[in-house]
């Protein structure tokens, strides 16, 4: 299984970008799809994240100005709006995904490479 994100990029202070991940290899279900991000000297936070059924969630530092969807049950999307110097970080996609192996188990220790959005004028 492997997740591939995509999107990142330098974008100046009240840009957009849009993020994506997909999952790829011996898939039957995916159970949710979350955005993790790491800002410069912190830890790793939740960003976004969404169920199969479409149930959003986000952080409080991303509600209002970003939403995340999901496409063809694989993939994911995340539109961030309004950015700001704060939002520059490496984002990492994170999955819970049920295999042909483990069908009835969601092993949410798929992460995806990095892709790093820098905000700066």
């Known amino acids: 299984v492997q997740l591939q994100a995509s999107g990142g990029g330098l974008v100046e202070p009240g840009g957009s970008l849009r993020l994506s991940c997909s999952a790829s290899g011996d898939i039957v279900s995916i159970n949710s799809m979350t955005w993790f991000r790491e800002r410069p000297g912190k830890v790793r936070e939740r960003v976004a994240g969404?169920?199969?059924?479409?149930?959003a969630h986000y952080a409080d530092s991303v509600k209002g100005r970003s939403t995340i969807s999901i496409h063809n049950a694989k993939a994911m999307s995340l539109q961030m709006n309004n950015l700001t110097l704060d939002d520059t970080a490496v984002y990492y996609c994170?999955?819970?995904?049920?295999?042909?192996?483990?069908?009835?188990?969601?092993?949410?220790?798929?992460w995806g490479e990095g892709t790093l959005v820098t905000v700066s004028s």
């Open positions: 969404i169920e199969k059924d479409g149930t």
């Open positions: 994170n999955a819970g995904i049920a295999t042909r192996t483990r069908p009835n188990v969601y092993d949410y220790n798929h």
